[in-house]
């Protein structure tokens, strides 16, 4: 099992960064693919980007590609997702995901417990 937990999030102003990091427990970090996953309130739960197990490939979502980046550091146990110019639509619970597949398109493996990001107009 893996076990996950979020932080970084917080409220900014529309054109402002955050750094959101989720720590994952266990010795087995490097064999999962990680990815994020946002959750605004009324709506369900979608694909923001994902990262491979050995950081070698990325994939985003088209609403985020070119202003947030995923990156992992498998010696820390850690992924990261660095978010810019970020929009009020980007308003949401962030989750992390950890998962031994490498499609995104359903909400299957490990869950972290959520970070709230706000971006204020």
């Known amino acids: 099992q893996v076990q996950l937990v979020e932080s970084g999030g917080g409220l900014v102003q529309a054109g402002g960064s955050l750094r959101l990091s989720c720590a994952a427990s266990?010795?087995?970090?490097?064999?999962?693919?990680m990815g994020w996953f946002r959750q605004a309130p009324g709506k369900e739960r979608e694909f923001v980007a994902a990262?491979?197990?050995?950081?070698?490939?990325?994939v985003y979502a088209d609403s985020v590609k070119g202003r947030f980046t995923i990156s992992r550091d498998n010696a820390k146990n850690t992924v990261y997702l660095q978010m810019n110019s970020l929009k009020p639509e980007d308003t949401a619970v962030y989750y992390c995901?950890?998962?031994?597949?490498?499609?995104?398109?359903?909400?299957?493996?490990?869950w972290g417990q959520g970070t709230q990001v706000t971006v204020s107009s």
């Open positions: 990262i491979s197990w050995s950081g070698g490939s990325t």
């Open positions: 266990g010795r087995t970090f490097s064999s999962y693919a």
């Open positions: 995901n950890a998962r031994r597949s490498t499609t995104w398109t359903t909400l299957v493996g490990y």
